[in-house]
């Protein structure tokens, strides 16, 4: 039998304490002062302070941990723990709520009111996380998380930056301070690539931390387990076997009073040019020589780098915009876009959006991926279909019908859900029972919901203590952004350039505009129906 | 102080209730995440033995059936209730979502109009749950999803709207309407999400023999843009399937008395039906066999008949006589006479008659009989059974329709 080895370095924290030795405290998270702009707003209350409540709840903060929030609004330390304390029992039901565990975290929640475009505002940010780093021990370890509008990105990491507390780390320094970004990181490729050189005037990229939420769900990081864990999969994963790929992202929500936001965004910047281009490197890439962080985007990235160059003069046969019109949702007639609040009545903003590219590439030449994201759908959904070339010859083509069934076609389909329900299901034939050869499709499903009792952890949790850990691997990298900017970026001028003359083109609650669907048609395609 | 149930006691008695078939009311914005919700809590039920359930519950489906159904106020309540019968048989043997969506219309003889109707839609879910023949520890179980709105302007896209994302992607859809016209508004908007629609088309025609006969004038076309696009399965052509076998084989078998040449030899049609539909469907189905088309047409008011001159190579009368009861709707008899030097002269019993009895469809011809017998369960789950497993809309009945449909083109003789 072979001995296991003692690890022959000791880590440092192993040298200063040897009773951590196997009790899987490698990546325990530092003491850090975790800072939130924009702390009063929607985000924070809905979805970053549930994060962080189940990771204290699951004993993944360290003790020296600060959260500290920030925004315009005046309120104190005690005002803004009440405030979140109702936030939390509002907005995640899911997490077990006892008083005392959350008297216990409130201890080490913190608010500064500053006006983020003042030195004042940055200045008294700084004197408050001194204060608190020196009480809690963070060392000086600072995350700050923009958690505003977009306008203010640069804004914010320059106020920081002047009074010290953002400064650029050499490659090889641990990354503090970290700054997480949220989606959309740009408006189109030029103010991209503007705001990305004015943050690495003052950070490093390895500084920066990205967010596409997308990335930090079950099944998204499933999707490479999936393909790599399993042999079975791998090996039929390329052009010779598949025939098409869909990945579909639908809402059947409307801006819900974001309409100012959603006027200047629109579908194509606010859903396809973060998560599902995200989505489409993960199914697509090679497979990544290890796990880390840099190994995985450079595979990511080579993805959006091999995508063929959108035509110009035929961007109107792979790219369908839409608006939605009035029509029935659940049961609820609800208004057209043009008549929600804070829209123009004239407005020319995309509700809908479809695609159609292909990777230049051994693996996928010829393989089209539609990608389609709209608000106001018949159903909301996200997630990515495999279509399987049928078989070579039709040995049960005798049966009637079946092969010209519209909706029904030849072919396995792998689907991988990543919402509501996260699962996989396979489309697979079966004969029929009984006393002929009759052929019927069926769904293997597996749903991640009912095949683990645990409760899933949200995507915020996950990538939230990632950036606590330093691990970027589910954040988007510069180059992945511009890539993504720059694909999209001749759709986006032909659509500024020419106007819609249809809007609106598609009714709230069905799949999009009549143009999406003859897309697919001319390969003889079409949308699965969902 | 009253005792508050448990929270979990109360989940795990809805949850009981859920798979034992009672209806649990449903936000209808969250009707498939209600759903997930209840098959987990019954699986973990299942793993902990909270509930007193078999111990391998298996959540089943192949197929999607949608079924709209006018509900209740006019006495359609029956229908209701029917179609649930039918459901527990249809489950076992095809495991599917299974949709239905009951439409409240105004209770006309109360004086009820459509603005006294409440707007709103309504959903609740339950579980059919079966234990597997021969496997009494297994249960195969589905669900049951059961949306209720009110016939109101735009109701077919409101409850549409509901319904549709319900249907599980990659599985045949088969839309079944109960009750209502082919042509309606209300159900257009259906129609992209349903590859099958299943009608039954006595449901389109009044219960008067010439009116009948006249509305398949605006129903024939529809059937027909319909089969454009979708598979359509008309309940009264497969309730009919068991009188065509009959026939065919009374000229098929070995040992039969009648000689397939003598179709060539008939000179005369009877049928007698209680379901204009299906007398109808089934003499066009004949006349398509037969090569024959229709030649002109009278009614016959006071015995309720409606004859029909058709010829090919020859010419040959029929005559569908209506029947009313109210039990038991469909063919009644069929008689075909032979030309006399083949038959037994102008007896008016002489011929082939093919009867319905209980179970069982006789052919009688001279003195010999011959019995088809009838599938054990209701005929109307049977057919639907078989619609089930079909995979396309039957050409023979397209063409029996497009005869059909010039029963009434052609000049009337009163």
Same mark, same amino acid.
């Given at each position: 039998?072979?001995? @296991?080895?003692?690890?022959?370095?000791?880590?440092?924290?192993?040298?200063?304490?040897?009773?951590?030795?196997?009790?899987?405290?490698?990546?325990?998270?530092k003491?850090?002062?975790?800072?939130?702009?924009? !702390?009063? *707003?929607?985000?924070?209350?809905?979805?970053?302070?549930?994060?962080? #409540?189940?990771?204290?709840?699951?004993?993944?903060?360290?003790? *020296?941990?600060?959260?500290?929030?920030?925004?315009?609004?005046?309120?104190?330390d005690?005002?803004?723990?009440?405030?979140?304390?109702?936030?939390?029992?509002?907005?995640?039901?899911?997490?077990?709520?006892?008083?005392?565990?959350?008297?216990?975290?409130?201890?080490c929640?913190?608010?500064?009111?500053?006006?983020?475009?003042?030195?004042?505002?940055?200045?008294?940010?700084?004197?408050?996380?001194?204060?608190l780093?020196?009480?809690?021990?963070?060392?000086?370890?600072?995350?700050?998380?923009?958690?505003?509008?977009?306008?203010?990105?640069?804004?914010?990491?320059?106020?920081?930056?002047?009074?010290?507390?953002?400064?650029?780390?050499?490659?090889?320094?641990?990354?503090?301070?970290?700054?997480?970004?949220?989606?959309?990181?740009?408006?189109?490729?030029s103010?991209?690539?503007?705001?990305?050189?004015?943050?690495?005037?003052?950070?490093?990229?390895?500084?920066?931390? &990205?967010?596409?939420?997308?990335?930090?769900?079950e099944?998204?990081?499933?999707?490479?387990?999936?393909?790599?864990? $399993?042999?079975?999969?791998?090996?039929?994963?390329?052009?010779?076997?598949?025939?098409?790929?869909?990945?579909?992202?639908?809402?059947?929500?409307?801006?819900?009073?974001?309409?100012?936001? #959603?006027?200047?965004?629109?579908?194509l910047?606010?859903?396809?040019?973060?998560?599902?281009?995200?989505?489409?490197?993960?199914?697509?890439?090679?497979?990544?020589?290890?796990?880390?962080?840099?190994?995985?985007?450079?595979?990511?990235?080579?993805?959006?780098?091999?995508l063929?160059p959108?035509?110009?003069? &035929?961007?109107?046969?792979?790219?369908?915009?839409?608006?939605?019109?009035?029509?029935?949702?659940? /049961?609820?007639?609800?208004?057209?876009?043009?008549? @929600?609040?804070?829209?123009?009545?004239?407005?020319?903003?995309?509700?809908?959006?479809?695609?159609?590219?292909?990777?230049?590439?051994?693996?996928?030449?010829?393989?089209?991926?539609?990608?389609?994201? *709209?608000?106001?759908?018949?159903?909301?959904?996200? @997630?990515?279909?495999?279509?399987?070339?049928?078989?070579p010859? $039709?040995?049960?083509?005798?049966?009637?019908?079946?092969?010209?069934?519209?909706?029904?076609?030849?072919?396995?389909?792998?689907?991988?859900?990543?919402?509501?329900?996260?699962?996989?299901?396979?489309?697979?034939?079966?004969?029929?029972?009984?006393?002929?050869?009759?052929?019927?499709?069926?769904?293997?499903?597996?749903?991640?919901?009912?095949?683990?009792?645990?409760?899933?952890?949200?995507?915020?949790?996950?990538?939230?203590?990632?950036?606590?850990?330093?691990?970027?691997?589910?954040?988007?990298?510069?180059?992945?952004?511009?890539?993504?900017?720059?694909?999209?970026?001749?759709?986006?001028?032909?659509?500024?350039?020419? $106007?819609?003359?249809?809007?609106?083109?598609?009714?709230?609650?069905?799949?999009?505009?009549?143009e999406?669907d003859?897309?697919?048609?001319q390969?003889?395609?079409?949308?699965?129906?969902? | 102080?009253?005792?508050?149930?448990?929270?979990?006691?109360?989940?795990?008695?809805?949850?009981?209730?859920?798979?034992?078939?009672?209806?649990?009311?449903?936000?209808?914005?969250?009707?498939?995440?209600?759903?997930?919700?209840?098959?987990?809590?019954?699986?973990?039920?299942?793993?902990?033995?909270?509930?007193?359930?078999?111990?391998?519950?298996?959540?089943?489906?192949?197929?999607?059936?949608?079924?709209?159904?006018?509900?209740?106020?006019?006495?359609?309540?029956?229908?209701?209730?029917?179609?649930?019968?039918l459901?527990?048989?249809?489950?076992?043997?095809?495991?599917?979502?299974?949709?239905?969506?009951?439409? $409240?219309?105004?209770?006309?003889?109360?004086?009820?109009?459509?603005?006294?109707?409440?707007?709103?839609?309504?959903?609740?879910?339950?579980?059919?749950?079966?234990?597997?023949?021969?496997?009494?520890?297994?249960?195969?179980?589905?669900?049951?999803?059961?949306?209720?709105?009110?016939?109101?302007?735009?109701?077919?896209?409101?409850?549409?709207?509901?319904?549709?994302?319900?249907?599980?992607?990659?599985?045949?859809?088969?839309?079944?309407l109960s009750?209502?016209?082919?042509?309606?508004?209300?159900?257009?908007p259906?129609?992209?999400?349903?590859?099958?629609?299943v009608?039954?088309?006595?449901?389109?025609?009044?219960?008067?023999?010439?009116? !009948?006969?006249?509305?398949?004038?605006?129903?024939?076309?529809?059937?027909f843009?319909?089969?454009?696009?979708?598979?359509?399965?008309?309940?009264?052509?497969?309730?009919?399937?068991?009188?065509?076998?009959?026939?065919?084989?009374?000229?098929?078998?070995?040992?039969?008395?009648?000689?397939?040449?003598?179709l060539?030899?008939?000179?005369?049609?009877?049928?007698?039906?209680?379901?204009?539909?299906q007398?109808?469907?089934?003499?066009?189905?004949?006349?398509?066999?037969?090569?024959?088309?229709?030649?002109?047409?009278?009614?016959?008011?006071?015995?309720?008949?409606?004859?029909?001159?058709?010829? /090919?190579?020859?010419?040959?009368? !029929?005559?569908?006589?209506?029947?009313a009861?109210?039990?038991?709707?469909?063919?009644?008899?069929v008689?075909?006479?032979?030309?006399?030097?083949?038959?037994?002269?102008?007896?008016?019993?002489?011929?082939?008659?093919?009867?319905?009895?209980?179970?069982?469809?006789?052919?009688?011809?001279?003195?010999?009989?011959?019995?088809?017998?009838?599938?054990?369960?209701?005929?109307?789950?049977s057919?639907?059974?078989?619609?089930?497993?079909?995979?396309?809309?039957?050409?023979?009945?397209?063409?029996?329709?497009?005869?059909?449909?010039?029963?009434?083109?052609?000049?009337?003789?009163?």
């Amino acid at each position: 039998m072979l001995e @296991e080895k003692a690890p022959s370095d000791k880590s440092q924290d192993e040298a200063s304490n040897p009773l951590i030795s196997g009790l899987d405290l490698e990546k325990q998270v530092k003491p850090l002062a975790f800072t939130i702009f924009g !702390a009063h *707003g929607d985000l924070n209350k809905r979805k970053l302070l549930p994060a962080i #409540y189940a990771l204290y709840l699951q004993g993944l903060l360290p003790r *020296g941990f600060v959260l500290l929030g920030t925004s315009r609004t005046v309120m104190d330390d005690e005002g803004f723990r009440k405030l979140m304390c109702e936030s939390l029992q509002k907005f995640a039901p899911d997490l077990p709520f006892e008083q005392d565990a959350w008297d216990r975290f409130a201890t080490c929640l913190f608010y500064q009111p500053a006006d983020s475009g003042s030195h004042e505002g940055f200045a008294s940010i700084k004197t408050r996380l001194e204060e608190l780093g020196q009480k809690y021990n963070t060392g000086g370890r600072n995350v700050f998380y923009l958690s505003t509008p977009p306008s203010l990105y640069w804004p914010i990491i320059e106020g920081l930056s002047k009074v010290g507390l953002v400064e650029k780390r050499k490659v090889n320094e641990e990354a503090w301070p970290r700054v997480v970004i949220e989606k959309p990181f740009g408006h189109d490729l030029s103010s991209s690539l503007e705001l990305d050189d004015h943050i690495h005037d003052v950070m490093r990229e390895h500084q920066v931390y &990205r967010i596409d939420h997308y990335l930090g769900k079950e099944t998204v990081q499933n999707v490479m387990v999936f393909r790599f864990a $399993n042999s079975i999969f791998e090996p039929i994963w390329n052009r010779n076997y598949i025939e098409q790929i869909q990945i579909t992202n639908a809402e059947t929500i409307g801006v819900e009073g974001r309409g100012a936001y #959603y006027e200047e965004a629109g579908a194509l910047r606010d859903m396809v040019q973060n998560h599902l281009m995200q989505l489409l490197a993960l199914v697509l890439m090679e497979p990544p020589i290890a796990m880390d962080a840099e190994t995985t985007r450079d595979e990511k990235i080579k993805v959006l780098r091999a995508l063929k160059p959108i035509d110009l003069n &035929r961007i109107d046969s792979v790219a369908v915009r839409g608006q939605y019109d009035q029509g029935f949702v659940a /049961g609820v007639e609800v208004p057209a876009y043009r008549a @929600e609040k804070s829209v123009k009545p004239d407005s020319n903003t995309i509700t809908f959006a479809a695609l159609k590219l292909e990777v230049d590439n051994w693996r996928w030449a010829g393989v089209p991926i539609y990608l389609r994201s *709209g608000k106001r759908m018949a159903k909301s959904i996200t @997630e990515v279909s495999i279509h399987f070339k049928p078989t070579p010859n $039709n040995l049960f083509g005798d049966i009637p019908g079946l092969s010209q069934a519209p909706s029904n076609p030849e072919g396995n389909v792998l689907v991988m859900q990543i919402q509501p329900e996260e699962g996989i299901s396979l489309k697979f034939a079966t004969k029929e029972p009984g006393p002929t050869t009759s052929v019927r499709w069926l769904n293997m499903d597996f749903r991640y919901g009912t095949a683990f009792g645990t409760r899933t952890p949200t995507a915020y949790e996950r990538l939230i203590l990632d950036c606590l850990q330093g691990d970027p691997s589910l954040y988007a990298r510069s180059d992945f952004v511009e890539a993504s900017w720059r694909y999209l970026q001749p759709v986006i001028e032909h659509w500024e350039k020419n $106007n819609p003359t249809k809007f609106p083109n598609y009714k709230a609650g069905s799949w999009g505009p009549k143009e999406s669907d003859d897309m697919l048609a001319q390969r003889g395609h079409y949308w699965r129906k969902l | 102080m009253a005792n508050i149930p448990d929270v979990k006691d109360l989940e795990s008695s809805r949850t009981m209730s859920f798979l034992t078939g009672n209806k649990s009311a449903v936000d209808v914005a969250k009707i498939e995440k209600e759903l997930a919700s209840l098959w987990k809590s019954a699986r973990d039920g299942e793993e902990t033995g909270d509930l007193p359930i078999s111990d391998h519950v298996v959540r089943a489906c192949v197929l999607n059936f949608c079924i709209l159904i006018r509900d209740g106020r006019s006495g359609d309540q029956q229908r209701v209730e029917a179609m649930n019968d039918l459901l527990t048989g249809l489950s076992l043997r095809h495991p599917a979502r299974v949709i239905l969506g009951l439409v $409240n219309e105004a209770d006309d003889d109360s004086g009820e109009t459509y603005k006294d109707l409440e707007e709103k839609v309504d959903a609740w879910v339950s579980a059919r749950c079966h234990l597997l023949p021969g496997a009494k520890d297994k249960q195969v179980c589905c669900e049951q999803i059961t949306v209720e709105t009110t016939y109101k302007h735009g109701v077919g896209e409101s409850l549409a709207s509901v319904i549709n994302p319900l249907i599980v992607p990659d599985l045949p859809a088969f839309l079944y309407l109960s009750g209502f016209h082919l042509d309606a508004a209300l159900i257009k908007p259906f129609l992209g999400y349903f590859q099958r629609v299943v009608f039954e088309l006595a449901d389109n025609l009044e219960d008067d023999l010439d009116l !009948a006969i006249a509305q398949t004038t605006s129903c024939v076309p529809a059937i027909f843009a319909l089969s454009g696009e979708h598979y359509v399965h008309d309940l009264s052509w497969s309730l009919i399937k068991p009188y065509r076998m009959a026939l065919a084989q009374t000229f098929d078998d070995d040992d039969v008395a009648i000689d397939p040449a003598m179709l060539q030899e008939i000179t005369d049609i009877e049928l007698v039906t209680s379901d204009i539909a299906q007398g109808a469907l089934y003499l066009a189905w004949l006349a398509d066999r037969l090569n024959l088309s229709p030649l002109s047409t009278m009614i016959d008011k006071a015995k309720s008949a409606y004859e029909i001159t058709m010829a /090919g190579d020859r010419q040959i009368k !029929a005559r569908i006589v209506y029947s009313a009861v109210e039990q038991g709707k469909g063919i009644k008899s069929v008689r075909l006479r032979f030309a006399p030097d083949q038959d037994q002269g102008q007896n008016q019993d002489a011929g082939l008659l093919v009867e319905a009895e209980s179970r069982v469809i006789k052919s009688c011809y001279k003195g010999t009989t011959e019995y088809l017998e009838l599938p054990m369960d209701d005929p109307r789950e049977s057919a639907i059974d078989q619609i089930l497993t079909s995979k396309k809309t039957d050409p023979f009945y397209l063409r029996a329709l497009g005869i059909m449909a010039a029963f009434n083109k052609k000049e009337k003789k009163q």
